[in-house]
T-cell receptor, first 114, second 111 residues
Framework: SAVISQKPSRDICQRGTSLTIQCQVD?????MFWYRQQPGQSLTLIATANQGSEATYESGFVIDKFPISRPNLTFSTLTVSNMSPEDSSIYLC???????????FGPGTRLTVL | DAKTTQPNSMESNEEEPVHLPCNHS???????IHWYRQLPSQGPEYVIH???SNVNNRMASLAIAEDRKSSTLILHRATLRDAAVYYC????????????FGGGTRVLVKP
C-alpha cells in the first residue's frame, strides 16, 4: 500500500484568504487526484494532477480557484483561493497504484471557513 | 461516467453477513466494478474490484451478475469496525482512470 500524508490536517480560515494543502506520498506515482467532500456528502473529484503537465479539472472546478502544483512524483499541493464559507469541506488527495488497480487516499484536510 | 445505484443505508447485527447491492445497468464492457469504504473521519479505502467473475479477498467477496448489470458486496461476518459508507464505483478500463463516487450505502452494525 501507499502511505500518504496531508498537511495541515485541519485549519480554520477567514473568508477571502487562501490555503495551500500539501500531499506527500512515500513512493513515486504518476497520477494524483484531489477530491472534495462537503459536509455529509460523497466525494467529488476536483482535478487530476500528472507530474510535468497541467492539472486536468473536472466540470465546475477552475484553476483560478483551485490551483494545483505537481513538482515531482511524490508531492502535490492544492490551493483553495479566495475562500468563502461554501469552501468548508474535507479535501483529500489520492494516488493510483497501477499494479494494484486501486487508489490510496490520504487522511484528508478538514477546512472550515468563517 | 456510468452510474451506480445503492440503497442509502443498511443495518446488520454483529457477526452476521451483510449483502450490499449495487445496480449498474449502463455498465460498459470495459468498466471494472470497484468497491471502496469510508470509515468515520478517514479517507476511503479500497475493498475489492472485479470485471466479470466473482472475487474474494480477505476483506469481502464480490458477486457479479452474469449480465454485469448488478453486483453484491458480501461482508461475511460483520464487525463493529465494518460500520462505514460503502461505495460501488464503475471505473473505465484498468488503473489510471478516475473514480466517480456516488452516494454510497451507510452500514450500521449493531452489537
Amino acid at each position: 500500500s501507499a502511505v500518504i500524508s496531508q498537511k495541515p490536517s485541519r485549519d480554520i480560515c477567514q473568508r477571502g484568504t487562501s490555503l495551500t494543502i500539501q500531499c506527500q506520498v512515500d513512493s513515486q506515482v504518476t497520477m494524483m487526484f484531489w477530491y472534495r467532500q462537503q459536509p455529509g456528502q460523497s466525494l467529488t473529484l476536483i482535478a487530476t494532477a500528472n507530474q510535468g503537465s497541467e492539472a486536468t479539472y473536472e466540470s465546475g472546478f477552475v484553476i483560478d480557484k483551485f490551483p494545483i502544483s505537481r513538482p515531482n512524483l511524490t508531492f502535490s499541493t492544492l490551493t483553495v483561493s479566495n475562500m468563502s464559507p461554501e469552501d468548508s469541506s474535507i479535501y483529500l488527495c489520492s494516488v493510483d497504484r497501477t499494479v494494484y488497480n486501486e487508489q490510496f487516499f490520504g487522511p484528508g484536510t478538514r477546512l472550515t471557513v468563517l | 461516467d456510468a452510474k451506480t445505484t445503492q440503497p442509502n443505508s443498511m443495518e446488520s447485527n454483529e457477526e452476521e453477513p451483510v449483502h450490499l447491492p449495487c445496480n449498474h445497468s449502463t455498465i460498459s464492457g470495459t468498466d471494472y466494478i470497484h468497491w471502496y469504504r469510508q470509515l468515520p473521519s478517514q479517507g476511503p479505502e479500497y475493498v475489492i474490484h472485479g470485471l466479470t467473475s466473482n472475487v474474494n479477498n480477505r476483506m469481502a467477496s464480490l458477486a457479479i451478475a452474469e449480465d454485469r448489470k448488478s453486483s453484491t458486496l458480501i461482508l461475511h461476518r460483520a464487525t463493529l469496525r465494518d460500520a462505514a459508507v460503502y461505495y460501488c464505483i464503475l471505473r473505465a478500463g484498468a488503473a489510471g482512470n478516475k473514480l466517480t463516487f456516488g452516494g454510497g450505502t451507510r452500514v450500521l452494525v449493531k452489537p
